[in-house]
């Protein structure tokens, strides 16, 4: 929603320096109501079928576009955000579909994130920008984001209509081949709730092997068998009987860094149409001085704002698929997460200091700033669930790890926004609109202090392989990406355990 700020001021609601407070309520209102209903809508897709669950998540975003889109006060517009929300449980069922379906939706996302805000931006107030197109009189005048709202449900109507006629059933118990048997011996689970780190981010189910990437990630185990010389099994270590606990200490340390993550990186994108907008003060604070001294925002237009988060989607989309499993496959995933989180505050700190740069080198920042942000994000995201999904005990509990974990995303994701809004309103009151980036950025540095808490998981290793054909060939060579079993044989002399130990632990077996 490149347009949310300029929403909450053209309504006039709480005021002008209050309006990314609002603004961040009303971009807020959609997870939180998201998150209410995710549970009801996950269960009525096993009872109804995942088709019916699907068109209707779609009418219902289409009849909360038209709301915001005819909204004539904020409290409308928010109840119309709010209604999307309740009405759109698609994110997690769409997860129950086919695996190569599901598989290209985090490519489907990021094409989104590129088109949704040009979208937005360029046509939003069509009669303010386009006036010899759209007439101030006209409908476009009396409801100035309507037309954006309007080609989105478009969007969604074409959406319904391919998907009634394409779009194939998948719940295993509404199959017209199926038999009674089959019907008895199949179930159908959905992921009721998806982990997701902002709005840049696709939900994931950790029971799926995607991350939130399109590239190919597979987890290897180096597993230790001990048994007695006859060949029976030896009795389970302490160790083994304290892995049986689900959420252990790593992976409450793994899903606290997730939700450090979300909610800075959901400050960010509220922030930045903001600041981007916000037109500078300086006239207004001209006593301030050194680094408090940020008064307003670039002052850009609201259309140059969704042409430059397009390009923000064709930074990330570039970043997922060449940079990411580069990176992940020279690093290793932990070594990634150390670098980026570590990096996280900088992202922060940097954007305001936008304001001083001459005329000619703001576009070259921002593309600085973007491709930093985009950097860390993209690369944390990913990784933090690939080691989350590393420090479940079982893949048996994988389930109940994703809820936690969602959970906690989609608190931050609700929290975030209007926080970050608060900030910026009370230091635009004070003219140093950098207070909101700087808070973002303290969360950050906690982020990059926490990480470090996190256990290390030794014994497995994630192996990334990019999609791109031109990018394989330059990828470090893995000589081993299969499971290893050591077995110790326990019960013998020295001279045979020695030779055992030689000759288990140099020979490895793939399974």
């Known amino acids: ?52 669950v699907l068109l209707m998540g779609c009418a219902g975003t289409m009849a909360s576009l038209l709301i915001v889109g005819f909204a004539t006060n904020f409290w409308v517009a928010l109840a119309g955000r709010a209604v999307g929300g309740l009405l759109n ?22 094409i989104g994130t590129i088109i949704g805000p040009a979208i937005g931006g360029v046509t939003a107030r069509p009669a303010v920008s386009m ?51 089959e019907y008895e011996n199949t179930t159908a689970e959905t992921p009721l709730i998806c982990t997701s780190g902002a709005t840049g981010d696709a939900g994931v189910d950790l029971r799926h092997d995607t991350y939130g990437t399109f590239n190919a990630v597979n987890i290897t185990e180096e597993k230790r068998w001990n048994c007695n010389a006859d060949g029976s099994p030896r009795a389970p270590s302490i160790s083994s009987v304290i892995e049986g606990t689900i959420f252990t200490r790593r992976v ?61 989607g064709v930074i990330a989309l570039f970043i ?17 997460l150390i670098f980026v989180t570590i990096l996280h505050p900088i992202e922060y700190f940097i954007v305001p200091y936008l304001a001083d740069l001459p005329p000619h080198l703001v576009y070259p920042g921002i593309w600085v700033c973007l491709t930093i942000r985009n950097f860390t994000s993209i690369l944390a995201y990913p990784v ?7 420090a479940s005990p079982s893949a048996n ?3 109940k790890i994703n809820g936690l974990a969602a959970s906690a995303g989609a608190a931050c994701r609700t929290l975030a926004p209007p926080i970050a809004g608060l900030l910026y309103g009370i230091g635009a009151r004070r003219g140093f609109t950098g207070l909101a980036w ?33 990018i394989a060939p330059i990828q470090p060579a893995r000589e081993q990406e299969g499971d290893v079993v050591r077995i110790y044989v326990t019960g013998v002399d020295e001279t045979q355990q020695q030779e055992a130990l030689t000759n288990t632990t140099t020979t490895t077996a793939d399974v």
């Not at 449980?89 to 990021?110: C, D, E, K, L």
């Not at 001209?286 to 390009?311: C, D």
Request: net charge neutral.
């Open 252 to 312: 409450i340390m793994l899903i606290i860094a997730l939700g450090i993550f979300t909610y800075h990186s959901m400050t960010y994108d509220h922030l930045l149409p903001i600041f981007l907008q916000d037109k500078p003060h300086r006239h207004h604070f001209a006593t301030a001085s050194g680094p408090f001294n940020v008064p307003g925002g670039l002052g850009l237009t609201t259309q140059a704002v969704g042409v430059i988060m397009s390009i923000n």
């Open 397 to 399: 509990v994988l389930g």
């Open 131 to 181: 006036p010899e197109i759209f007439s101030p009189d006209g409908i476009f005048g009396k409801y100035p984001f309507l037309l954006p709202n309007l080609i989105c449900a478009a969007l969604l109507l074409l959406s319904i209509g391919l998907g009634y006629f394409f779009l194939i059933e998948t719940h295993p118990d509404m199959q017209p081949w199926s038999t009674a048997e």
């Open 438 to 470: 700087w808070g973002s950025g303290l969360v950050a540095i906690i982020g990059a202090i926490q990480v470090f808490w996190v256990d290390r998981e030794k014994n497995k290793t994630a192996h990334v392989r990019s999609i791109a054909p031109c």
């Open 1 to 52: 929603f490149p347009y949310a700020w300029i929403m909450a001021k053209e309504f006039h609601v709480g005021g002008k320096d209050n309006a990314s407070f609002y603004a961040g309520i009303f971009i807020s209102a959609f997870a939180f109501s998201e998150s209410l209903t995710g549970f009801f809508w996950g269960g009525f897709s096993d009872r109804i079928g995942r088709k019916p």
């Open 320 to 336: 997922q698929a060449v940079v990411f499993p580069l990176f992940a496959a020279w690093l290793g995933v932990w070594k990634v």
């Open 89 to 110: 449980g698609n994110i997690g069922v769409i997860q129950t579909m086919p695996a190569r379906a599901y598989a290209v939706m985090p490519f489907v996302w990021s």
């Open 384 to 390: 933090l669930l690939i080691l989350l999904k590393e």
